[in-house]
């Protein structure tokens, strides 16, 4: 945020988890390394989201197993 300010708007990160009809359940989130392309953030600002990504995707797999599905808008 210090180095491009607009990127608040997008902070902080978001998830959405629903079921459909059929009782399947989704996990729907933003790839923080979109924030790269959308706020035109240097190198230094896309190593850390590509962390970020990594850490995220750790944490949805360890705690949704294999009964939620993940997308990704």
């Known amino acids: 945020m210090q180095s491009v300010l607009t990127i608040g ?3 902080p990160q978001k998830a959405l988890v629903c079921q459909d009809e059929a ?3 989704f996990l729907y989130d933003n790839d923080p390394r979109n924030l790269t392309h959308r706020r035109e953030l240097g190198d230094s600002a896309k190593r850390v989201l590509e962390a970020i990504s990594g850490a995220l995707n ?5 705690a949704t ?3 939620l599905r993940r997308g990704q808008t």
Do not use: P, R
């Open 65 to 67: 197993n294999s009964w």
């Open 58 to 62: 750790e944490f949805v797999a360890k």
């Open 9 to 11: 708007i997008d902070l």
């Open 23 to 25: 009782g399947a359940t």
